[in-house]
């Protein structure tokens, strides 16, 4: 989006450089990628970059408000609730889509999470992709004055923080078989934590432990990336309480997955949030449903989304407190590729010890419908990816 870093890569893109980029991705860490590579960073104008900082830090003002924070308990499904919550979770994203307005780049609120992303994972995206493409050494993902080394300190302090490393799990349901596996391998990489399956959990009393070399190692901190909707399908066996006063920290506290979450859309406002409700708060149904899309709140990754909407298909929902309406938001096409352009979503990263610290970013490219794989099947320069700065 910067026209001349635009031009540039462009013209000297060739794809014998990008499928050596993709391979060492994929032999780099213990595990691959499991989701597209795009061909393409996205280079940030300094206007769009002070426009997502002003979006980000107003939705952060409404989210530490106690009117807010009164409101998102009832986020929080009382069979799932565990004792000793934080003030605020550690890792927060906002999901902004780019579009336009009155001539203008403009974020628009798509989702946000108290939850972990891939932390570990971009800052090994960064690296090849200043390795392989031909990127001013200025640029950076990065925010705060932030560089690679105090990036990977601020995540040690808030995940390791004094705590011997061993003492630090990062806990997954089976996570050598998710699809964010990369990212767990690049922060075992980064930071020495091992993923540990919850299954392997073992509980005595008030303390947690698991398996190393043999030996039960107490746990004293979870890196927490469980997704509360997989236990919920009850497929998966674990031997420890949730429920449990257990003594241990929770990073980001697993009360935090509900709470900043689907269900915040409908408590923000503002020029960056779309018009978004609760479905069983509704009296009537908008005029205009085909500008709207349903999201149930409590699903991840994309799941169960719908963007073709009618009365017949909204009245036929069983559990309407689960679900919420949310005004279409028309993505610009603004990256120029050798086709047609694409889409963008970026995903602004925080750090929240005694404030929120913007660090570091992710790039989701389409050319499709939506931003998922589905839509986007053999189609190019979507994916994933970064945006580079000033």
């Known amino acids: 989006m910067i026209p001349e870093l635009r031009s540039k890569f462009n013209s000297e893109f060739n794809d014998d450089t990008y499928q050596k980029f993709v391979r060492e991705l994929n032999t780099h860490l213990k595990y691959p990628v499991d989701f597209r590579i795009a061909e393409t960073p996205i280079f940030l104008p300094q206007e769009l970059q002070s426009e997502l900082v002003s979006a980000c830090n107003q939705l952060l003002q409404q989210i530490q408000t106690d009117d807010f924070k009164k409101r998102s308990v009832n986020a929080l499904p009382s069979h799932l609730e565990v004792p000793n919550e934080d003030s605020h979770p550690q890792f927060l994203q906002i999901d902004f889509a780019i579009c336009k307005d009155n001539g203008s780049f403009i974020p628009q609120l798509i989702e946000l999470q108290g939850f972990p992303t891939v932390y570990g994972y971009q800052y090994y995206l960064a690296q090849l992709t200043k390795k392989y493409f ?101 497929e998966v066996s674990f031997s420890f309480n949730f429920h449990d006063e257990l003594d241990l920290k929770w990073i980001p506290h697993p009360n935090w997955f509900f709470k900043i979450s689907k269900y915040s859309l409908p408590l923000l406002k503002g020029k960056y949030v779309p018009d978004c409700f609760f479905l069983n708060e509704l009296s009537e149904y908008p005029d205009d449903l085909n500008n709207y899309v349903l999201k149930p ?49 970026i995903r602004m990263m925080f750090i929240w010890d005694k404030e929120p610290m913007l660090v570091n970013n992710l790039v989701r490219m389409s050319k499709g419908k939506m931003m998922g794989v589905d839509f986007n099947k053999n189609k190019t320069w979507v994916g994933s990816s970064l945006a580079l700065h000033y």
């Open 134 to 234: 031909d990127i001013e050494k200025e640029l950076t993902p990065y925010f705060s004055s932030l560089d690679e080394a105090s990036y990977t300190q601020k995540l040690k302090d808030i995940i390791i923080s004094v705590c011997d490393v061993e003492n630090v799990v990062l806990l997954e349901i089976k996570p050598e078989e998710q699809k964010t596996r990369i990212d767990f391998a690049a922060t075992e990489e980064l930071l020495g934590i091992a993923p540990v399956c919850i299954s392997d959990v073992v509980q005595e009393g008030r303390k947690l432990f698991y398996k190393k070399n043999g030996k039960l190692v107490p746990i004293e901190r979870i890196y927490n990336r469980v997704i509360f909707d997989e236990l919920e399908r009850g």
């Open 297 to 345: 709140l409590f699903s991840f990754a994309g799941h169960g989304v719908d963007v073709d909407l009618n009365e017949e298909k909204l009245k036929e929902i069983d559990d309407p407190e689960n679900y919420i309406l949310q005004k279409k938001i028309e993505y610009e096409p603004i990256i120029e590729t050798p086709d047609e352009r694409s889409k963008v979503e």
